[in-house]
């Protein structure tokens, strides 16, 4: 009895391309299963853009950035082992390490290609306007807030926490999280 592993190669899909654990077997028992690494094909686009995601983080050479590009590793292994409809979900964490990684802005570039690839999957972000006052007839579905300190008028969004999106249907898949003013004057 063999467990197969699926991995990207240039082999055909479905190719055993190595056996990565002997199995045991005793007499008519399994102690334990083989695993064998099976072809996936060529990588998807997600995974490239996960790639080169890591190696710009790891360039950071931070510990968050290393605790980052550790998470992207394991998105990496879970790739080939889902359907192709859950891919623009890795997109959107990946977005979400961006934002909180990109205080200096040297991810711009990869947070682009990760946002036109969302794109090209039919999802599209939320529009947050910062300077204008939020609006409580904005759908809870689409929008969450938080209250910041601020000089600003009371209600006034001053800042995109967290990217929100909208699948091909336009239903939402992550809210926008905005922060407001409290108008405080903190």
């Not at 300190?149 to 939402?172: C, T």
């Amino acid at each position: 009895m063999n467990e197969p592993v699926n991995q990207f190669s240039n082999e055909p899909v479905g190719g055993v391309i190595a056996v990565m654990s002997k199995g045991i077997r005793y007499r008519e028992h399994i102690i334990r299963k083989a695993r064998i690494a099976v072809s996936a094909g060529s990588p998807p686009q997600v995974y490239q853009l996960l790639e080169n995601l890591k190696r710009a983080i790891t360039s950071k050479r931070t510990e968050v950035a290393l605790q980052a590009a550790s998470q992207i590793d394991q998105w990496l292994a879970m790739i080939p082992q889902k359907n192709e409809s859950m891919h623009p979900n890795f997109a959107l964490y990946a977005i979400e390490t961006v934002e909180k990684l990109n205080t200096d802005r040297s991810l711009d570039n990869e947070e682009r290609k990760l946002l036109a690839y969302l794109k090209e999957q039919g999802y599209n972000e939320i529009r947050v306007v910062i300077g204008d006052m939020f609006d409580e007839s904005y759908s809870p579905s689409k929008y969450d807030r938080r209250k910041i300190k601020s000089h600003d008028p009371k209600g006034k969004i001053v800042k995109l926490l967290k990217r929100g999106f909208l699948d091909r249907n336009g239903l939402p898949v992550q809210k926008a999280i905005v922060g407001i003013s409290d108008g405080t004057g903190g």
